[in-house]
């Protein structure tokens, strides 16, 4: 008989899901009272009739029930018109987040970006700017913070590979390398840091690798700059961790993306084998690890580098 009511009511449950979904998502700050009068204007009564017949729901357990983990928020994330990043920003757009996300150009993965995330039914831009360029970033994110009003998660993923052994690494390569991975998450950061603190929240998110923790031949500029920013987070969690803002860094083991695309296939077969859990990582297994930092689930985790590799690094 049990059973029954079970079934009956989680029956009940996913026919109100919709109108609660569509009613709280249009009016996410405004309450309950507003959501139910919104309902009755589009003439669908379920929700009032939940209202009604179950008044031992508390509002935010409602909410909570039928909210998506970043409803409402806003997310930068940089470099994301492909791979890695462009996961981030579709899990956290499936999860209710406007998205503002840069490239280096407005190009057709950008606009194809752009398109995928809006078809998910949030606020979604596209924006050309070098993360590695101080004057650039403050101009992006001023016009990011105008145009979306808030920005709640910041993800620092852009980033290069130019790798070589050190006898044969120019000035060049390893500059370049240190400014669009290390010196962007400085550029970034210190941009979106005065509406983070002004808000007294947000949550911070590099993408660091597993090479930045234990180094790697042929890598020491991209180790370098990995590195770099782990000590970056760590520092950025003690600072601003009072004002509300956490700082935490993925470190990414052997993830298959355009990136590791360049690697030759014997060699991408011998980095496989030695992971232990003997394959690369997708760039979504990465985004749910994001979308866990950058939601209320990691409210107490600051401070902290992930490992998402496998058990490459343990
Ligand atoms: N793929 C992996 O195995 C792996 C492992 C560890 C860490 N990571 C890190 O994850 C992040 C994403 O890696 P991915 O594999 O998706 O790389 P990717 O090359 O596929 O994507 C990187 C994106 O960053 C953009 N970008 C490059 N320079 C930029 C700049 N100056 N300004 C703005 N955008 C710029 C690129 O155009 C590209 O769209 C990087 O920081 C990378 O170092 C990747």
Not at 59 to 84: H, P
Not at 183 to 208: E, H
Not at 223 to 228: E, L, M
Request: hydrophobic share 45%; charged share 20%.
């Amino acid at each position: 008989m049990s059973l029954i009511a079970d079934a009956f009511y989680l029956y009940f449950l996913k026919w109100l899901h919709l109108p609660l979904q569509t009613s709280v998502r249009y009016t996410p700050k405004d309450g309950i009272s507003k959501a139910m009068r919104l309902a009755f204007k589009k003439g669908d009564f379920r929700f009032p009739i939940f209202y009604y017949f179950y008044p031992r729901f508390k509002i935010q357990k409602i909410k909570s029930f039928i909210m998506k983990l970043l409803e409402g928020k806003t997310a930068i994330v940089t470099g994301a018109s492909r791979g890695i990043g462009k996961a981030i920003a579709i899990k956290f757009a499936e999860e209710g987040c406007n998205i503002a996300f840069t490239d280096l150009f407005e190009d057709e993965n950008m606009k194809a970006t752009e398109a995928e995330i809006a078809a998910l039914g949030v606020k979604a831009k596209g924006y050309a700017s070098n993360a590695a360029d101080y004057a650039d970033t403050e101009k992006v994110v001023g016009e990011i913070a105008n145009e979306f009003g808030q920005i709640d998660v910041l993800v620092n993923n852009a980033g290069i590979t130019k790798d070589t052994l050190l006898m044969r690494m120019t000035e060049d390569q390893w500059d370049a390398v240190i400014n669009v991975n290390l010196k962007s998450v400085f550029n970034f950061t210190k941009a979106a840091q005065k509406t983070m603190l002004k808000q007294r929240s947000g949550s911070i998110v590099n993408l660091s690798s597993v090479v930045g923790v234990s180094g790697n031949a042929g890598q020491s500029n991209y180790s370098a700059s990995k590195a770099g920013i782990i000590g970056f987070t760590k520092s950025i969690a003690k600072e601003l961790g009072s004002r509300g803002v956490r700082s935490n860094a993925i470190a990414p083991g052997f993830i298959i993306t355009e990136m590791t695309a360049k690697i030759p296939e014997d060699a991408r077969k011998a980095w496989e084998a030695n992971i232990p859990m003997k394959r690369g990582g997708t760039p979504d297994e990465v985004a749910k690890t994001a979308l866990f930092l950058a939601s209320d689930l990691s409210s107490y985790v600051s401070g902290q580098v992930i490992n998402v590799c496998g058990a490459m690094n343990t």
